[in-house]
């Protein structure tokens, strides 16, 4: 009888255990960190190091130094005592790949299949007319988004439009913000935007959490770096 028992009591143990270590382990065994997400090093590979091939002055504030990110092509930091205080993101986008503005710059007047004169007061006015557009959009598309993420918690408010030189180019100047109804800022975006003829340059920094990549932890270091950035973008070596 005593055999018997035995062997039940080890017929039993023997379904339980895996069944037990199927439930329980999971939750004893540490958990493993979400894989971070994925970056590209470069803003398109083919253009190689984009900031170190258009970069001219780097003025910043007293003890802040602005370079070329060591893993990431596509940013550029803005420093000061070994610490990083924020990134500015570049990216270039071939004409071919963007045939949404292709419409826009047809639709302005732009011709697509010959040679530019940067020069020419028509050529920039259409330029800035196509470019006016495509901000019009990413205004639009982000509003529309903040409002299903923020409802009316969050005040969206994007600034009005500036012709600007990025480097010899007719570029143009946005920005948007995030604010909320009790008061502070949730978000802040700058970009800058410009063409060359065959390729769309988008430069862009951020306060914003939600942000990967090129953003300031802190919203008083963006306005801090906000006028030499626009010193930056002025003196880029572009068009290329």
Known sequence: MLRLYHLILGLMLALLIPLGAKFLLPRLSPKKPPNPPAVSKLANPSEGNVWQKILGNTPAP????VAVCNENAALLCISSKGKVLGT????????EKIPD???????????TNSPVDYQNSKYQTQVLTALKAWVADKYAT????????????IIFSDYPTQPV???????????????NQQGGVQEQHIGHVAFDGARLYVITTAFDS???????????????????????????????
């Open 62 to 65: 007293t003890n802040w130094q």
């Open 142 to 153: 982000v509003a529309k988004d903040r409002q299903a993420q923020y409802g009316r918690d």
């Open 88 to 95: 500015v993101e570049i990216n270039v986008y071939p004409l």
């Open 165 to 179: 030189s990025v480097g010899k180019l007719q570029g143009i100047r946005y920005g948007f913000a995030g604010l």
């Open 210 to 240: 939600a942000t990967q990549t090129g953003k300031f932890e802190k919203l008083e270091n963006l306005a801090i770096f906000q006028p030499y950035l626009y010193a930056i973008a002025a003196d880029l070596r572009l068009p290329q």
């Open 101 to 111: 503005f292709q419409k826009k710059l047809a639709v302005a007047g732009v011709p």
